[in-house]
C-alpha cells in the first residue's frame, strides 16, 4: 500500500479520493485550508493536513514523505485565478525537494479544443468558464515541462453519481461517442477511481487522458 497526499480533500472528488484510498487500505494524508471541513470519517490511516497549496513552505511540509500526490484542487468564481497554476508550481518544487516521483491531477476536458465536445458546452460554458480554462492549461504546461512521473485526468461535466467503475479512458481528447448535444459526464467518485488505478500503472504516464462515460 502506498503513503498518498490529497490536495483539495474537501471538494467532491478529493472526498471520493480519501474515501476509496482508504478502502483500497492506503495511508493517507488529506491537505485543505479547513481540514475539519473533509466528508470523511476519523480514520486511523487518515492525518488530516492544515494548509494552503498556495503556501510552498506548507505544502512542501505536506509532500515530504508521502509514495504519490494526488490533486483535486479547485476554484470558485469566474474571475481570474492562479489556483492552479502556482498550486501546481509549489506541489512540483516540494516533490523535487522530497523526491516525490509520482502526481496525479485533474484538470477539466474544458482545457483540450475538443470537437467532440456538446455544441451548447462549446457556445455558452467553455467562454463563461475562459479564466478557469486557461489557468488549467498554465498548470498543464508546468506539469508537463517537469521531470515527475504525471498523470493529468480531464474530466467532463462532474456528477454526484455513484461509483460504476464503468467508464471510458482516452488520450488527449473525449472518446468519439455523439456528444454534439448531450453533453458528456462522469462521477466524482468514478474520477477518482480511476486515478487511484494509476498509482502504479504506466499505462498512461505522462500522458494527459479524459475520462468519462
Given at each position: 500500500?502506498?503513503?498518498?497526499?490529497?490536495?483539495?480533500?474537501?471538494?467532491?472528488?478529493?472526498?471520493?479520493?480519501?474515501?476509496?484510498?482508504?478502502?483500497?487500505?492506503?495511508?493517507?494524508?488529506?491537505?485543505?485550508?479547513?481540514?475539519?471541513?473533509?466528508?470523511?470519517?476519523?480514520?486511523?490511516?487518515?492525518?488530516?493536513?492544515?494548509?494552503?497549496?498556495?503556501?510552498?513552505?506548507?505544502?512542501?511540509?505536506?509532500?515530504?514523505?508521502?509514495?504519490?500526490?494526488?490533486?483535486?484542487?479547485?476554484?470558485?468564481?469566474?474571475?481570474?485565478?492562479?489556483?492552479?497554476?502556482?498550486?501546481?508550481?509549489?506541489?512540483?518544487?516540494?516533490?523535487?525537494?522530497?523526491?516525490?516521483?509520482?502526481?496525479?491531477?485533474?484538470?477539466?476536458?474544458?482545457?483540450?479544443?475538443d470537437q467532440q465536445s456538446a455544441l451548447w458546452f462549446r457556445v455558452l460554458v467553455k467562454p463563461l468558464l475562459r479564466n478557469r480554462y486557461s489557468d488549467?492549461?498554465?498548470?498543464?504546461?508546468?506539469?508537463?515541462?517537469?521531470?515527475?512521473?504525471?498523470?493529468?485526468?480531464?474530466?467532463?461535466?462532474?456528477?454526484?453519481?455513484?461509483?460504476?467503475?464503468?467508464?471510458?479512458?482516452?488520450?488527449?481528447?473525449?472518446?468519439?461517442?455523439?456528444?454534439?448535444?448531450?453533453?458528456p459526464t462522469i462521477s466524482r467518485e468514478d474520477v477518482a477511481h480511476f486515478m487511484l488505478s494509476q498509482i502504479?500503472?504506466?499505462?498512461?504516464?505522462?500522458?494527459?487522458?479524459?475520462?468519462?462515460?
Open positions: 500500500m502506498s503513503r498518498l497526499l490529497i490536495l483539495g480533500a474537501t471538494g467532491g472528488t478529493g472526498a471520493a479520493l480519501v474515501r476509496q484510498a482508504l478502502e483500497a487500505g492506503h495511508e493517507v494524508s488529506a491537505f485543505a485550508r479547513t481540514p475539519a471541513s473533509i466528508p470523511v470519517p476519523h480514520h486511523e490511516r487518515l492525518r488530516a493536513l492544515r494548509g494552503d497549496i498556495m503556501d510552498a513552505e506548507q505544502v512542501s511540509r505536506a509532500v515530504s514523505g508521502h509514495d504519490a500526490v494526488l490533486s483535486a484542487v479547485g476554484s470558485r468564481g469566474l474571475g481570474p485565478t492562479r489556483v492552479y497554476s502556482e498550486g501546481v508550481a509549489n506541489v512540483l518544487r516540494a516533490m523535487k525537494e522530497h523526491r516525490v516521483r509520482r502526481l496525479i491531477a485533474v484538470t477539466s476536458a474544458g482545457v483540450g479544443d488549467m492549461q498554465r498548470m498543464e504546461e508546468a506539469v508537463r515541462q517537469s521531470d515527475v512521473a504525471w498523470t493529468v485526468v480531464r474530466p467532463p461535466k462532474l456528477t454526484d453519481g455513484r461509483l460504476t467503475k464503468d467508464y471510458r479512458a482516452s488520450v488527449d481528447h473525449l472518446p468519439m461517442g455523439g456528444y454534439f448535444f448531450a453533453g502504479d500503472s504506466d499505462e498512461y504516464l505522462r500522458k494527459t487522458v479524459v475520462v468519462t462515460y
